[in-house]
């Protein structure tokens, strides 16, 4: 089991910074793959950037150029600049895991990130 905790959400008005930070503990040895997340009101879960184990980035095209994913061993950041409104969500850690089953996908808790304008 991996388990990861968010933190770093909160309140910020439109054009500001934010970073998200997350642990992740547990068998973290079996992670390939973390990234973030998010939900915004009314909306779908949606990926907005991962970093595999082998260092590979990926970014959703709404957040390229404005947000960061990096990773320190088991932790996990995305740097938010340029914020926009339509960034407000609710923004997830996850982790891909290896088991004998197949992939495991780990979710923390959440983090709410709300853009003012």
């Known amino acids: 089991q991996v388990q990861l905790v968010e933190s770093g959400g909160g309140l910020v008005q439109a054009g500001g910074s934010l970073r998200l930070s997350c642990v992740a503990s547990?068998?973290?040895?079996?992670?390939?793959?973390y990234g973030w997340f998010r939900q915004g009101p009314g909306k779908q879960r949606d990926l907005v950037a991962t970093?595999?184990?082998?260092?590979r980035l990926n970014y959703a095209d709404s957040v390229k150029g404005r947000f960061t994913i990096s990773r320190d061993n088991a932790i996990v950041y995305l740097q938010m600049n340029s914020l926009k409104r339509e960034d407000t969500a609710v923004y997830y850690c996850?982790?891909?895991?290896?088991?004998?089953?197949?992939?495991?996908?780990?979710w923390g808790q959440g983090t709410q990130v709300t853009i003012s304008s």
């Open positions: 547990g068998v973290i040895h079996s992670i390939t793959a």
């Open positions: 996850y982790a891909r895991g290896m088991s004998t089953r197949g992939n495991v996908a780990y």
């Open positions: 970093v595999l184990t082998d260092g």
